[in-house]
């Protein structure tokens, strides 16, 4: 079946600029995380959705970052202000459930390059 | 605090030769620790997880909670185990998140 997708796949912005990022999780999936991973570094967890409610937002790094999903199923990200810092491989997963018993499956990521 | 570190950045050896990625962590609840694996323009993936205590592609990694450790094992390393293996603690009092160590690149050689 089809796995997480995540679009675009790259974006160039210019610094001061809103993006959004955008996640289509497997089907049926109820948990859905994002995660940031700089150049060199490992993931870092942004937000975790249990359906459309964000029960853990503790990994968003300021007020610029702000995320929604709708209809258990799509998630955007949303950054605005664009800082250089904000640069990063933005990564999606999802699973059945928020434990260990459930699997995350990851999408490819949206590389965002802040000039 | 809640850390996952993992000392080596790069490991090289050449095929045939026993591997160990290691893995440290810090959690002060009930670990529940991951490998995953990112081939070469592949995603992220799951390779093996503490709870199942199974063998993936012949690595194997024990818990020891003792010494805070989840190292990676495979006792003769082949070229296409090539790839980036990061470690993980799964923490899940607010929902499942995972803690990534920084990576360790490994890379066989013919």
């Known amino acids: 079946g089809a796995g997480v997708s995540q679009s675009p796949s790259n974006k160039v912005t210019e610094k001061g600029k809103d993006v959004e990022l955008r996640c289509d999780p497997i089907?049926?999936?109820?948990?859905l995380y994002w995660y940031r991973q700089r150049l060199g570094q490992g993931l870092e967890f942004l937000i975790y959705?249990?359906?459309?409610?964000?029960?853990?937002k503790s990994g968003l790094p300021s007020d610029r970052f702000s995320a929604e999903r709708t209809g258990e199923s799509v998630s955007t990200l949303t950054i605005q202000r664009t800082q250089q810092e904000d640069s990063a491989v933005y990564l999606c997963a999802s699973s059945l459930g928020p434990t260990g018993t459930y699997e995350q499956y990851f999408g490819p990521g949206t590389r965002l390059t802040v000039t | 605090a809640q850390r996952v570190t993992q000392p080596e950045k790069l490991l090289s050896v050449f095929k045939g030769a026993p591997v160990e990625l290691k893995c440290n962590y810090s959690?002060?609840?009930?670990?529940?620790l991951f490998w995953y694996v990112q081939y070469s323009r592949q995603r992220l993936q799951l390779l093996l997880r503490?709870?199942s205590r199974e063998s993936i592609k012949g690595f194997t990694a024990d818990l020891n909670k003792g010494e805070t450790s989840f190292h990676l094992k495979k006792p003769f390393a082949q070229e296409e185990d090539s790839a980036m293996y990061y470690c993980a603690l799964g923490v899940y009092n607010q929902g499942g998140k995972l803690i990534f160590g920084q990576g360790t690149e490994l890379s066989v050689k013919p």
């Open positions: 089907s049926g999936h109820t948990a």
């Open positions: 959690y002060s609840g009930s670990p529940e």
């Open positions: 503490h709870i």
């Open positions: 959705f249990q359906g459309n409610s964000a029960p853990d």
